[in-house]
């Protein structure tokens, strides 16, 4: 039967504003993929994200480039392949909803979860983080408040401002016994990271993302020689091939699928960083349960998750993930085990 792939875009809203260092925005347009074969759907997200140079814009010019690189869905290498002759660097977010849509057509073929599919642990998912994002202190001591009412245990919270300190403050005195996360969103100067390591560290914070620029891996490595709290890279892992180089600034990746290109090349990322000694967080943009599914199925590898995305949403268009406050179980429907709303 002839194959058919089709997309479109909605804007996706959070249910308040989300703000990183960055930036604060309450409206993402995602991007869903839709391949059809012999009855079977295989469906796919693109969520781009212009730090990494990708907008709606560039998602709606690139895919009709790109959509012809799928013909064979179980040609894995072949889709790849062609992907990379088309465009070898850019567009990674248009390449994951290509590649997440393949597999999940290839696993309801064959009537088995993604996870499966691929042969991989059935390990239980480590208790994902849910984000604190930046607002006032107020606001901020507001949402920790009622994550944890909700059952949360593990708070990861947005940092890059002048009140950092007051924030880590605020947020222990608010919730003493969580678990803390910080996310610096490539926001910090190295003095400024210096100085807030003895904050992080007397409040018992469990870890730090990107504390600085992106392409600041010396100063990386000179804060991961004094530093007690692991170091995440996150803004500075581009590519699989940047893994080898961040091995000696950090401590841990933060795996996402739509910058590094889809679930596969999330794979290799992930043991790459294991046989250099990494620590690895599967992590998450604001997606869809779609999005936040096929991330899923590869969390039971991990040491850490971040897949609280869709939780952020109000108008989330697919269902049947299902979550027990942090605590997200493994899909154990076919393909990435999410429906349409």
Avoid at 66 to 88: E, F, I, S, V
Avoid at 147 to 174: F, S
Wanted: hydrophobic share 45%.
């Amino acid at each position: 039967m002839t194959a058919r792939l089709t997309w479109e875009t909605l804007e996706l809203h959070t249910k308040q504003p989300f703000g990183i260092a960055r930036w604060t925005h309450s409206v993402y347009p995602r991007t869903f993929v839709s391949f059809e074969q012999s009855g079977l759907i295989g469906r796919g997200e693109a969520a781009p994200n212009a730090f990494y140079g990708e907008t709606r814009g560039t998602v709606e010019a690139v895919l009709p480039l790109l959509a012809g690189a799928l013909q064979d869905p179980w040609d894995w290498d072949g889709l790849q392949a062609a992907l990379r002759a088309t465009m070898p660097h850019d567009h990674p977010s248009v390449k994951c909803a290509l590649e997440m849509a393949a597999l999940d057509w290839c696993a309801q073929s064959a009537g088995l979860p993604v996870w499966k599919l691929l042969g991989l642990s059935p390990a239980p998912l480590p208790e994902s983080s849910y984000t604190v994002s930046l607002a006032d202190l107020p606001a901020m001591r507001q949402q920790a408040r009622e994550a944890v009412g909700r059952g949360y245990t593990v708070l990861k919270v947005k940092l890059g401002t002048g009140q950092d300190e007051a924030i880590i403050a605020a947020l222990r005195e608010e919730e003493p016994d969580v678990t803390l996360r910080v996310d610096a969103n490539a926001a910090w100067t190295r003095p400024q990271a210096k100085r807030m390591l003895g904050v992080l560290e007397a409040a018992k914070v469990e870890l730090v993302e990107q504390p600085l620029a992106a392409g600041d891996l010396e100063g990386h490595a000179e804060l991961r020689r004094v530093a007690r709290v692991p170091l995440v890279a996150d803004e500075s892992l581009h590519h699989v091939g940047d893994v080898l180089a961040l091995a000696k600034a950090f401590d841990g990746v933060n795996l996402k699928l739509a910058k590094l290109g889809g679930p596969l090349r999330a794979l290799e990322a992930l043991r790459l960083a294991r046989a250099h000694g990494m620590s690895v967080m599967m992590g998450c943009m604001i997606e869809s349960s779609l999005g936040i599914a096929a991330a899923a199925h590869l969390a039971g590898l991990c040491d850490w998750a971040d897949l609280d995305g869709a939780l952020l949403l109000a108008d989330d268009p697919f269902t049947g993930l299902h979550w027990q406050a942090g605590t997200l179980a493994r899909p154990t429907e076919q393909g990435w085990g999410v429906q349409r709303v």
